[in-house]
């Protein structure tokens, strides 16, 4: 499963919607629950899911899923 | 009426962080059309003692500081408990740290008007706390940090004048600057002082005190309310916030309930006159502890 897919299902049981389709686009701007509590949670399901530690920095500044696909290749062993 | 600054700064969330912006309008749902000039005239005494470039730092630094606050109330969600217990702890790891501590009180003097909570209390401390006070009051504010309440009030009290004390020399420097910013020199002045030495200032000398979000960073938050009795006059009132179940790296009193800001202001011979308990609107699903901010108006 690429990136992109486990970020699927992750947003789907954060956001609690099962139809939710995100692309590398998608901005919080896009999903009406997306604020800045949910943001931090995602983040903090994101590090748990690939094994991964975020800055608080890179928790704050990140703005879209693609930044996210991006961030997690950088950080997930090779 | 426009509010340039404002705009600048919604403008800022926009593109660069959007996942705030939902939160920021909750807040101005508070009380429509109120928040934006007061967050207008907090921008104005920024960029008077800064430059513009302030707003782009102090929405940045708004973003940092709640991106902290948030990922603190979930892992004491986890753990039941803040992480740090005593002052030491919190200056090694934060305080003590020039960078860290500038961006941290620019974020919390936006977080005033910007988390719906804080507006809440900001408006119950200009309509209930300030507005009643009379012209040429002498203030004074413990540990003011970078200085804001202070200077709303002496915007809004004519001829009032503030000495603050705080032990951060940061919060000195941008205290004092703001106030000039602000067209205050001359009516406010801060010196370098620990808020639990203020025993040692004159009896009885305040016709107002102002001590916000302070108490929850003390090992022995009941000083404060021993400093505002002894430096307040009588029948004079003063205002004094705390943090209840809301986690953030530097908090380390763990305040429960209500009740107990309440005892320690009787403790002191204080009457509570007024009080309000706000939380923000967004929560962690499921959450066990409600994060509130709570205000008191004290009368001696």
Redesign the interface.
């Known amino acids: 499963m690429d990136t992109l897919s486990e970020l699927q299902s992750l947003f789907r049981e954060v956001f609690q919607l099962d139809d939710l389709v995100i692309t590398r686009g998608t901005?919080?701007?896009d999903i009406e629950a997306?604020?800045?509590?949910?943001?931090?949670?995602l983040m903090?399901e994101v590090e748990t899911r690939f094994g991964i530690r975020f800055t608080?920095?890179e928790?704050?500044?990140l703005?879209s899923v693609g930044d996210l696909v991006d961030l997690i290749a950088k950080k997930r062993p090779a | 009426m426009s509010h340039p600054l404002y705009d600048r700064l919604m403008s800022c969330f926009r593109e660069k962080f959007p996942q705030n912006l939902r939160g920021i309008t909750d807040a101005e749902a508070v009380q429509p059309g109120r928040l934006q000039p007061h967050v207008e005239e907090f921008l104005t005494w920024a960029v008077a003692a800064y430059g513009e470039s302030i707003i782009e730092t102090a929405a940045e630094a708004f973003v940092g500081f709640t991106t902290d606050v948030n990922i603190a109330q979930v892992r004491y969600e986890k753990e039941g408990q803040y992480r740090c217990h005593t002052y030491a702890e919190v200056y090694e790891t934060h305080y003590s740290k020039a960078e860290e501590m500038h961006g941290y009180l620019w974020g919390i003097y936006l977080s005033n008007w910007l988390w719906a909570h804080h507006a809440d209390l900001s408006y119950f401390y200009l309509d209930r706390f300030v507005r009643p006070i009379a012209a040429g009051s002498h203030f004074v504010e413990i540990a003011p940090g970078h200085g804001g309440w202070g200077i709303l009030a002496m915007h809004r009290v004519p001829g009032a004048t503030i000495e603050g004390y705080d032990i951060s020399p940061l919060s000195i420097e941008i205290a004092s600057r703001l106030a000039r910013g602000a067209g205050l020199e001359g009516r406010a002045r801060y010196e370098e002082r620990d808020a639990l030495s203020l025993s040692s200032l004159v009896p009885e000398s305040a016709d107002a005190c102002v001590c916000s979000f302070v108490l929850e960073h003390l090992e022995e938050p009941e000083a404060i309310f021993r400093a505002v009795a002894h430096i307040l006059r009588p029948g004079k009132t003063a205002f004094i916030t705390g943090a209840l179940t809301a986690a953030q790296v530097d908090h380390i009193f763990e305040f429960k309930k209500e009740s107990e800001l309440v005892l320690m202001a009787e403790k002191y011979g204080l009457r509570v006159t007024e009080t309000l308990s706000a939380n923000p609107a967004r929560q962690l699903p499921k959450a066990r502890f409600v994060p509130r901010s709570m205000a008191l108006i004290v009368r001696k």
């Open positions: 901005t919080a701007h997306w604020d800045s509590l949910i943001h931090v949670t903090m608080t920095a928790i704050a500044y703005k």
